[in-house]
């Protein structure tokens, strides 16, 4: 099966798949198209299409599909391509992260589901492969595009829960620190959240040197772990 066949494939399961319309607003603050499928019934196809061609395809056939759903105008279609190229992921060379890059400046990965999902099944597994691309994506902080930030602080939340990538973890989160868009100061308070979860003193202190420059957003997400009253302390001695 050709990557244009099992795209076509995608597009006839998902819209047979599909509920009922959905309310945008419900979910994101900017309009996204919907077809109303559920999320099982969206990884169930997936997996069925790579079953399909996991012993024919090539890397570069997998991205081929991702292209051909990513350019697509509904959410679940650019995840189908996504989570099928996600299977892959042992084959990623450092090479892909250009075109990771690529996809969501030219806006085919513009809002916050769509962020998360390459960020945990190709983003992630590409910096654990090649660990070097680190400060490529530490220095996303920095771009004019909201969900590149967001990315940068979300493709390293899979390696924090593990206790891995900390000290990258923390320079992302101090260099969004100031950033104004909730969405990307979200993503950055539950990098840190979770970075504290395998050492909560570091995380403390963190939150003590540099909280006062946080949004009070990005500090309540990265302090939820923290019991009750230590909490209430950190929001009162870092409030300007």
């Known amino acids: 099966m050709t990557p244009k066949a099992a795209a076509a494939r995608a ?7 599909a509920k009922k319309e959905v309310d945008h607003s419900r979910f994101f603050k900017d309009e996204v198209k919907l077809l109303g499928v559920w999320t099982a019934d969206l990884r169930r196809i997936a997996r069925g299409i790579y079953a399909d061609v996991k012993k ?5 056939d997998a991205i081929a599909f991702a292209d051909a759903l990513l350019a697509d105008d509904y959410l679940e279609m650019r ?5 099928v190229l996600g299977r892959f992921s042992k084959q990623f060379p450092a090479s892909l992260l250009p075109r990771v890059r690529k ?5 085919w990965l513009d809002n916050w589901s769509a962020i998360d999902l390459v960020c945990s099944d190709v983003l992630h597994p590409l910096i654990v492969a090649h660990p070097q691309l680190l400060k490529k994506t530490e220095t996303w902080t920095t771009s004019k595009n909201l969900w590149l930030r967001r990315a940068a602080a979300v493709c390293l939340v899979k390696s924090a829960c593990k ?24 993503g950055a308070g539950w990098l840190l959240k979770e970075a504290g979860a395998t050492d909560m003193p ?24 923290f019991p ?5 302390r950190l929001l009162g001695s870092t409030k300007l």
Request: proline fraction near 1%.
């Open 163 to 186: 206790g891995k990538h900390l000290a990258g973890s923390y320079r992302v989160a101090k260099k969004l620190a100031g950033d104004k868009e909730d969405l990307v100061q979200k």
């Open 202 to 225: 570091r995380l403390q202190k963190f939150v003590e040197q540099n909280g006062k420059k946080m949004p009070r957003t990005m500090l309540r997400y990265a302090i939820e772990k």
């Open 228 to 232: 009750a009253a230590t909490r209430k």
């Open 56 to 60: 024919e395809w090539s890397l570069e």
């Open 103 to 107: 996809w969501i400046e030219c806006g």
């Open 79 to 83: 995840s189908c391509g996504v989570l």
């Open 11 to 17: 597009r006839k399961e998902l819209r047979a798949s």
